[in-house]
Structures are given as C-alpha cells and as structure tokens.
C-alpha cells in the first residue's frame, strides 16, 4: 500500500478529546511566536543549528521560512471555558510515497502543557491518521540535546537506530549531531496500546494560563 497524503489536511481530534490538531494557517503564526519566545524550547537544541531569532518579528519570519510548503498541524485545547487554545504544531516534514516513509516535526509544545502527556495525544492522532494513509515506517530527526524529547519518543515506542555524525553545520560554523528513531507500522498497534492506556489513567486537568 503506497503512502497517499493529501494537500489539504484533515481536523483531527485526540483520544481523550483533549487536542483538536487542524491544518496550521497564517492566523496561528503570531501565537506561534509568542510560544517561541520561550527560553526553554531554544535550550533543547530546537532551530536546526539556525541563530534563535532576537525579535518578535524575527521569529515571525523564521516561522514562515520553515514552515512553508510542509504539512503542519496547528494544535489546540479544548479544555477551557473560553474557547480553544492554541497550544503547538506537529506535521510531517517528509513524505516518500513508494517506501512509503514519513518523517514527522516541527513539533513545538507550549512549555504550560509539557508534563501532562500532551505530546503522546498528539502523536498518537496524527500517527494514527499516517498509517492509515499506509505509512510504512514513519521517522524523527532529534537534536542530541533535547533529551525530553528523546526520552519522550523512546516511551512511546520509537527505536533510536544511532546517530548521523557532523550532520548539519550550524550558522556559527560548528556542526551538529542528529539521532535517528523511528518506528514501524508493525509496532504501532503494541505502541498504541500503551499510549492509549496510560492517556486513560489521566485525571482531568485545567491549565493556567
């Protein structure tokens, strides 16, 4: 079965009803931006080896350059009384119809939601919506750094194959690492399991924001 994505991005909803992921638009770049401003995200190797950008309207310009032209979810919360919050993104950054590969990214989690599994939910939506477009092996690119990350994906049922020496060169001239996980769809079921029944331990959260 050939992987077959569309141009146009379906809205999904997460297992618990927590998180609608829907196809990111121009109106989620500014909260984007204020989500990028975080000091936290850029210290876990986030940006590819790119400068942080130092203003609001650098990040603004950062955001259009590396999400152009790639399959992005904007994500939201549903949890409040005031309507959805924009919380993220997560997409697919590659996608190679005859071996049938996909590589996912520009996952980005507003730091309020880190700790409270919300990067699983999400995942297991949009690698549910993956294989059922006959995803075959779907993979991550992960800085060594963002050991979060790594951890997280390690839990969910990725399988880190090694690492990519001197990978990229930074704009600083210095070069970067990347570790390589993946997993199979194979091992989404099992995977998808344990997912599925820790999110269903979760006792209800609000979130201050």
Known sequence: MALRLPHTLPTLRTATGRFVLSPFTDAHVEPLAHILANDDIWAQGFGDGDHRPGTHAEIVA???RRYDGLRVFAIHYTGLTGGPLFVGTTGVTESHARTERAKIGRTVISPAFWGMKTNHEVKTALLDW?????????????DPRNHRSLTSLTRFGFTVEGTRRRSSQRVDGTWRDIVILSLLTEEWPAARERTLRALAALAPVEFAV
């Not at 993956?130 to 992960?142: K, Q, T």
């Open 130 to 142: 993956l294989f059922a477009r006959g995803a075959g092996r779907i993979e991550c690119d992960v």
């Open 62 to 64: 950062y955001i259009r």
